[in-house]
């Protein structure tokens, strides 16, 4: 059988009475303290909503920041995939593969001048003179009589010559090399330039 333990009762000692003034003056220390933890409780929680304002209102100013990105990338986007603006685009891309084209045509046809103007250069200062009066018979003489001379026929080059209703637009013309053929006979009829 288990041993029951008997509990005594102690005895409460009480502490003496404290007068009167000491009550007092430990009410007075703990109501000091009280306020000084109260005015500590109030400071942080101002603290907190002046730190909890300013984060808020930064963080309300980047989501309207944001929205408003987002409505100006939608519309950009909406612009772009509208019938009208793809349709401007590739109008525009054409002309731009359109002009490029002519820009090349062009300088190819510079160049090739360029080449002809060298090329009549050199003739010039080399002139060809031919007989002062060619047979008839000749395959390379026109004969206009002993007055003008005789004429040869030019070689025949091909250059490229803007015709047509827009200037981009080159056809293969076939044009005479008469300079030289002039500059030849205006020397054997004895006019000057």
Known sequence: MPVLKKHRRKTSVTPPELS?????????????????????????????????????????????????????????????????????????????????????????MIKSMKELLVELDEKDRNPVVGPRHPSPTSSLAVGRGPRYGSLSLPEKDVYMVPTGPHPSWVNLVTVHNAVPSLKTSRSVTGTSE
């Open 20 to 108: 009167e003034k000491t009550k007092e003056q430990l009410a007075e220390a703990e109501l000091r303290q009280l306020r000084l933890q109260f005015r500590k409780m109030v400071e942080s929680r101002k603290s907190f909503n002046f730190r909890s304002q300013l984060k808020l209102s930064s963080q309300h100013k980047e989501i309207q920041a944001l929205q408003a990105e987002q409505n100006e990338i939608t519309l950009v986007l909406s612009l772009l995939k509208s019938s009208k603006n793809l349709d401007l685009n590739q109008k525009n891309y054409l002309e731009l593969r359109f002009l490029l084209q002519a820009r090349e045509d062009y300088e190819a």
